[in-house]
């Protein structure tokens, strides 16, 4: 017997894959007892890093394919094998920013599309920052953005950064008063 609100999965095939995401088609039967077909987007763990250098944030800037648009958002990116969230959150720091961090606090998780992405984004918050060198993918430019603490809260409420993991990494810091 499923669990209310459970979906039966039947079958599934892989339907394209690369080095950071798969697609699955999922043959399924929905919580309502309707058989149907779902789309899965794989993409690993994944972790997300509010980065806090005394009375500012210093966020990413970077082009993103989907939204055909340079977007403001917090480091993120997802975990190799074995990597636990935390490493992940410390390298994609490093790589994107090129910073280490001497404290880190969790936020916990959150899904980005919970209806198709399978996995959540772990959140962490980074502060006392040094300088290291960067290493972003050769297939990214990712420019370091310094923003006021205070005026980041009001480019979310204005739609400058209208990122849906860096919203709810901006509301969990401003609700736990970190």
């Given at each position: 017997m499923?669990?209310?609100g ?9 339907i394209?894959?690369?080095?950071w995401v798969?697609v ?6 929905h919580p ?6 779902h ?24 082009a ?12 993120k ?6 990597e636990?969230p935390l ?21 916990g998780s959150?899904?980005?599309?919970p209806s ?10 980074a502060?006392?920052?040094?300088v290291?060198?960067?290493a ?8 370091a953005v310094r923003?006021s603490i ?5 480019a ?10 860096t919203?709810?990494?901006l509301?969990?810091?401003?609700l736990?008063?970190?």
């Amino acid at each position: 017997m499923r669990p209310p609100g459970a979906y039966c999965r039947l079958s599934h095939r892989e339907i394209y894959r690369n080095p950071w995401v798969a697609v699955e088609v999922h043959e399924i039967i929905h919580p309502t007892g309707a058989a149907g077909e779902h789309v899965l987007v794989v993409t690993g763990r994944a972790a997300g890093v509010l980065v806090v250098d005394g009375d500012a944030f210093v966020l990413a800037r970077q082009a993103r394919f989907a939204a055909d648009a340079e977007k403001l958002e917090i480091v993120k990116g997802g975990a190799g094998e074995g990597e636990s969230p935390l490493a992940c959150a410390q390298r994609e720091l490093r790589e994107e920013l090129g910073f280490e961090a001497q404290s880190w606090r969790p936020l916990g998780s959150v899904y980005e599309i919970p209806s198709i992405v399978q996995d959540p984004v772990a959140l962490f918050v980074a502060r006392g920052l040094r300088v290291v060198p960067s290493a972003p993918e050769h297939v990214e430019r990712i420019d370091a953005v310094r923003m006021s603490i205070d005026d980041a809260f009001r480019a979310s409420v204005d739609g400058r950064i209208d990122d849906a993991v860096t919203l709810a990494a901006l509301l969990r810091f401003r609700l736990r008063k970190l």
